[in-house]
């Protein structure tokens, strides 16, 4: 577990002009964007990646997890820019992508289900061929999306990742991930999502055993039709229309997930202390959460 801490620290700490997109996917065994990776693509301006990798099991494991992390090396908020006060932290917002990698260091070696681990990695800065709002995007699965914000990144690239999850026919999906700002009305505790409540319960028997703190958020049918998109422009759009944004983030992930089992943790609040430095956080849990399924 310490070493898989200190790996989660050494690259939250990285400059961003030292963790490029391509220095983070050379963490992970393979790396590939192929143009139906387009939130990726989107997000990166044509220079994003989705790297994987894949921990324990065996030929033909009949039990198999997918771990999916957002790997933003660096959050500008695109053109529709952050505020510069804060911005300096957002080279962080990689740590659901580090938390994936850190994985295969924290759990047991002969570990009986198969984990496919996957990194959304992109750089969200003002390009010339970058995104902007009002733009659509067309999804492998057919989903149109309309980019409201560009600063709405996050959820863009990890519906890569999930769709490519997906393609696995994992048992569960997790995502991982610095999302939303909501997220920080609960700090210093990650919010989490699931739509299975056996699931759920059993994840919780986890954060019990670890101490660390997890509050569970809902989704509501509300904040599925806050994110649907006009008639005749999209199927949805990548910011609701209300204030939860935690939730609204959830419902659109949840979009792509479909009946697959999904847990979603939201660590915008719990991913760094007041300094600014990684923490951590959830490594433990899911360590254990995997480790006892």
Known sequence: ????????????????NVLTPDELVGYFDVAKCDPYHVGIQAVGGGMGWLGYSRV????????????VGKGITFDSGGI????????????CDMLGAA????????????LDT??????????????TNGMRPSDV??????????????????RLVLADGILAAKAMKPQLIITIATLTGAAL???????????????GHEFFKSVAATGEKVVEFPIYQEHRDSIKGKKGVADIKNLGSMQAGACTAAAFLEHFVGDTPWIHLDIAGSATDKEGNPTGAMLATLTHFINNR
């Open 114 to 127: 198969a984990v496919d681990l996957f990194g959304c990695i992109a750089e969200n800065t003002p390009r």
């Open 137 to 154: 995007l067309t999804y492998s699965d057919g989903t149109w999306v309309e980019v409201v914000d560009t600063d709405a990144e996050g």
């Open 80 to 91: 529709s820019a952050k505020p510069s006060s804060g911005m300096w932290k957002m080279k």
């Open 1 to 16: 577990m310490k070493k898989a801490i200190k790996l989660i620290k050494k690259l939250g700490l990285l400059p961003p």
């Open 56 to 67: 324990g099991g065996y030929e033909d494991s009949p039990k198999r997890i997918a771990v």
């Open 99 to 110: 938390t994936v990698l850190a994985l295969p260091l924290s759990l047991d070696k002969d």
């Open 185 to 199: 009305a609960v700090e210093p505790a990650t919010v989490m999502f699931c739509n299975k409540p056996s699931i």
